[in-house]
């Protein structure tokens, strides 16, 4: 459970990502450290895509430690809605509720959660209800999903907080999570990404694999717990995703 208010967790988050802009001289670029939450890949026939996240993220070894604070924890939520198949333009369908908790829109009709709301009421184990006005030829409706967020994902103590891109990198999770259909494992320098998927509690990336990455102190790994479901609203298919995802900032030499 969630104890931190979310204007703390703005606070936190932005020392986070400012930290991990500042820390080294070969990263200038503060969106490099901006982080990203690995998704699946919706089916090429989904009109839409919910997602519901539980992101944890440690803190990195540059910022000062914090009495009983391990990392962050915060909710995320987005939506998009389009008008065909996943990857054409999006669309308003007004209001899009998770848990009641309204997301907003910044700009080019893509749904977020609240920016400076980061609980939306996601818990391990519990179903979330989606709530759509409708619009742009999106019927409204209401859907509790039918599976359950998956637990917490965690690295195991053997992933280190740099690694060589000139060797094998495996990444091990704590144990297998519950509740999960998938497991997406994540490397990335802030512009090259790296991904496989396997619901398995390590997997390896090759130094081949890594070659083609930057040396950096802000690159990310990340471990995404995830499982999806597909339900069909006047005559629309929509894609359901709860996650739950830890992410390691680390350095690359």
């Not at 977020?112 to 996601?122: G, Q, R």
């Not at 179903?127 to 917490?152: C, I, L």
């Not at 094998?168 to 259909?181: Q, V, Y």
Request: hydrophobic letters at 40%; charged letters at 15%.
């Amino acid at each position: 459970m969630k104890t931190f208010n979310s204007t703390l967790w703005t606070l936190l988050l932005g020392v986070v990502l400012t930290f991990s802009a500042c820390s080294s001289d070969d990263d200038n670029d503060p969106s490099q450290a901006t982080q990203t939450n690995p998704t699946p890949t919706a089916p090429s026939d989904a009109n839409a895509v919910l997602a519901a996240v539980l992101s944890f993220s440690d803190l990195p070894s540059s910022v000062p430690s914090v009495p009983g604070l391990g990392g962050i924890a915060i909710d995320v939520a987005s939506g998009s809605f389009f008008n065909g198949a996943v990857g054409s333009a999006l669309v308003n369908v007004g209001e899009v509720k998770l848990n009641s908790k309204a997301l907003t829109i910044p700009s080019g009709n893509a749904y977020i959660n609240n920016p400076i709301d980061f609980s939306y009421s996601l818990v391990p184990g519990q179903t979330n209800t989606w709530e759509v006005a409708g619009g742009s030829g999106f019927d409204a409706f209401s859907h509790v999903t039918a599976k359950r967020m998956p637990s917490q994902v965690k690295f195991a103590s053997s992933v280190a907080a740099s690694f060589s891109k000139g060797s094998d990198l495996t990444l091990s999770i704590e144990a297998m999570t519950s509740n999960t259909d998938n497991i997406l494992w994540v490397v990335s320098d802030g512009s090259t990404t790296l991904t496989k998927e396997s619901k398995t509690t390590s997997v390896t990336f090759s130094a081949s694999e890594l070659g083609g990455l930057r040396a950096t102190s802000t690159g990310l790994v990340q471990a995404a717990s995830y499982n999806t479901e597909e339900k069909s609203f006047g005559g629309k298919k929509i894609y359901f995703i709860n996650e739950s995802v830890h992410t390691k900032v680390v350095e690359i030499n």
